[in-house]
């Protein structure tokens, strides 16, 4: 792949703190575009995100991660975009790690690249709760033992895709609209026979009582919900 035009997308809700920092750390040229998704804050961040060069989309109430993201695909589409990252806006994933997302896609000939935090010389363990590192090597082997892909952190969010995925996998549904849209891109990637490789990558949470936004149960469930109804064929 030569001159890939690549679009970054970042999810955001009430990361006043952070989101400046974020995009702050991205080089100068790093990507052609990045979209940021503010899924109706109530805090500082539409202010903030003004004083950047990013193409924002706005949701006046909380919808979802899968809403925006949606909307960021759709538009990437239309604009003849190559490769999809997606990030953190929180701050634990750093931008300047994206190329490590891009190499195997624009030199390998890779479909969909994840990053993970435990193949070696990757960091995780900055305010890390003990509970977040035992539930993702809880869900990484439930995945394993789902989809027969060897992952060693299949939860991990900064991801890199070739746009031509979602010509085979139809994203554009409505029980789609939060946790679940990243699961179901990667499980169906895996089962149409995509070129997928994991890469080293930091996870570093900004602080232990600000780590996620993940509810229990609720969201837990809206992230096991793909694995469930493609396994029983209640959705494809």
Same mark, same amino acid.
């Given at each position: 792949?030569?001159?890939?035009?690549?679009?970054?997308?970042?999810?955001?809700?009430?990361?006043? /703190?952070? =989101?400046?920092?974020? !995009? #702050?750390?991205?080089?100068?040229?790093? &990507?052609?575009?990045?979209?940021?998704?503010? %899924?109706?804050?109530?805090?500082?961040?539409?202010?903030?995100?003004?004083?950047?060069?990013?193409?924002?989309?706005?949701?006046?109430?909380?919808?979802?991660?899968?809403?925006?993201?949606? /909307?960021? =695909?759709?538009?990437? !589409? #239309?604009?003849?975009?190559?490769?999809? &990252?997606?990030?953190?806006?929180?701050?634990? %994933?750093?931008?300047?790690?994206?190329?490590?997302?891009?190499?195997?896609?624009?030199?390998?000939?890779?479909?969909?690249?994840?990053?993970?935090?435990?193949?070696?010389?990757?960091?995780? /363990?900055?305010?890390?709760?003990?509970?977040?590192?035992?539930?993702?090597?809880?869900?990484?082997?439930?995945?394993?033992?789902?989809?027969?892909?060897?992952?060693?952190?299949?939860?991990?969010?900064?991801?890199?895709?070739?746009?031509?995925?979602?010509?085979?996998?139809?994203?554009?549904?409505?029980?789609?609209?939060?946790?679940?849209?990243?699961?179901?891109?990667?499980?169906?990637?895996?089962?149409?026979?995509?070129?997928?490789?994991?890469?080293?990558?930091?996870?570093?949470?900004?602080?232990?009582?600000?780590?996620?936004?993940?509810?229990?149960?609720?969201?837990?469930?809206?992230?096991?919900?793909?694995?469930?109804?493609?396994?029983?064929?209640?959705?494809?």
């Amino acid at each position: 792949m030569e001159k890939p035009k690549i679009l970054a997308f970042i999810p955001v809700y009430n990361e006043e /703190k952070r =989101i400046g920092q974020v !995009l #702050e750390r991205f080089p100068a040229g790093l &990507v052609d575009e990045i979209i940021v998704a503010d %899924d109706g804050s109530t805090d500082n961040t539409p202010n903030i995100l003004k004083k950047f060069n990013v193409k924002l989309i706005r949701n006046e109430k909380n919808l979802g991660i899968g809403v925006g993201m949606k /909307k960021a =695909i759709r538009y990437g !589409l #239309e604009n003849n975009f190559d490769i999809f &990252v997606i990030m953190a806006g929180n701050g634990k %994933d750093d931008p300047r790690e994206i190329p490590s997302l891009l190499q195997p896609i624009i030199e390998q000939d890779y479909d969909y690249v994840q990053g993970s935090r435990h193949l070696r010389s990757a960091s995780y /363990k900055k305010n890390t709760p003990f509970f977040r590192l035992v539930a993702v090597r809880g869900f990484t082997l439930m995945w394993r033992l789902a989809t027969g892909f060897h992952a060693t952190d299949a939860s991990n969010g900064f991801r890199a895709y070739k746009f031509k995925i979602f010509d085979n996998i139809n994203i554009f549904q409505d029980w789609l609209d939060t946790y679940e849209l990243e699961i179901y891109i990667y499980y169906l990637a895996i089962k149409k026979g995509f070129k997928i490789k994991e890469v080293a990558v930091s996870k570093n949470y900004p602080s232990k009582k600000e780590y996620t936004k993940i509810r229990p149960v609720i969201d837990w469930w809206r992230i096991m919900k793909p694995i469930v109804y493609l396994k029983l064929r209640i959705k494809k």
